[in-house]
């Protein structure tokens, strides 16, 4: 009997501890929604022009990316803000990144998101700080929320 209710008091605090988990998660989605401007880019240590300018809507668990060039990306994002620093996955279910998965850490400040990630298949693991250097295959964004 005493195995049993230590059992079920474990259980309980595991599920609470899921539980509020995904209430701060579902919290940072709400704060993240909107739409985004790239105003800043930067790959393996070096300023990357091309892609300032981009934009990313956030709504629910998603992201819809639109690039400069026209190329679109949809899929899931999955934040975890209670890791430090803030971990995000984009899962990717439309596009030409389809079924690939960018891993990284973000940033969340009033109108600013900074995001860092591995590249999808560069067999990186998530990065730790927001900084990229020579061959670290990560890409840093800064972006910023439109206006409504």
Not at 60 to 66: P, Q, V
Not at 88 to 97: A, I, K, M, R, S
Request: net charge neutral.
């Amino acid at each position: 009997m005493r195995v049993l209710l230590i059992g079920c008091a474990l259980a309980f605090a595991a599920f609470t501890a899921a539980r509020a988990d995904d209430d701060a998660a579902k919290k940072e989605l709400k704060a993240m929604a909107g739409t985004w401007t790239v105003v800043a880019a930067e790959h393996d240590g070096d300023s990357l022009e091309r892609i300032v300018g981009g934009v990313m809507i956030v709504k629910d668990n998603n992201f819809h990316i639109k690039t400069k060039s026209g190329t679109e990306l949809k899929g899931d994002l999955i934040l975890n803000p209670a890791k430090a620093p803030k971990h995000f996955d984009y899962v990717h279910q439309e596009g030409p990144l389809k079924d690939k998965k960018w891993e990284g850490i973000y940033e969340l400040k009033d109108d600013t998101l900074k995001i860092i990630y591995a590249e999808a298949d560069s067999e990186k693991e998530r990065p730790t700080e927001f900084k990229t250097l020579k061959n670290s295959k990560l890409l840093y964004l800064e972006l910023k929320r439109e206006k409504k």
